[in-house]
């Protein structure tokens, strides 16, 4: 995090630039699944911009499957 100054920066990466990268596959993340333990910016950012919500070869079930 960068800091109270760049509230809309996560590292090197804006808000703004995750949004156009996932659009609409980014959901908020319910405050409440949020760790106190997080930086204030992070907290923020995954109450108010949130996380992909895709599914991936991990969650489809695909890990360990033999080659085709």
């Given at each position: 995090m960068t800091?109270?100054?760049d509230r809309g920066r996560v590292g090197n990466?804006?808000?703004?630039?995750v949004c156009r990268v996932?659009?609409?596959q980014l959901q908020p993340v319910p405050?409440?699944?949020v760790s106190p333990r997080l930086s204030v910016s992070t907290r923020e950012f995954l109450s108010a911009v949130g996380l992909p919500t895709v599914e991936t070869v991990e969650s489809a079930?695909?890990?360990?499957l033999p080659p085709p």
């Amino acid at each position: 995090m960068t800091g109270d100054n760049d509230r809309g920066r996560v590292g090197n990466v804006t808000a703004e630039e995750v949004c156009r990268v996932w659009g609409d596959q980014l959901q908020p993340v319910p405050s409440e699944l949020v760790s106190p333990r997080l930086s204030v910016s992070t907290r923020e950012f995954l109450s108010a911009v949130g996380l992909p919500t895709v599914e991936t070869v991990e969650s489809a079930g695909l890990i360990g499957l033999p080659p085709p």
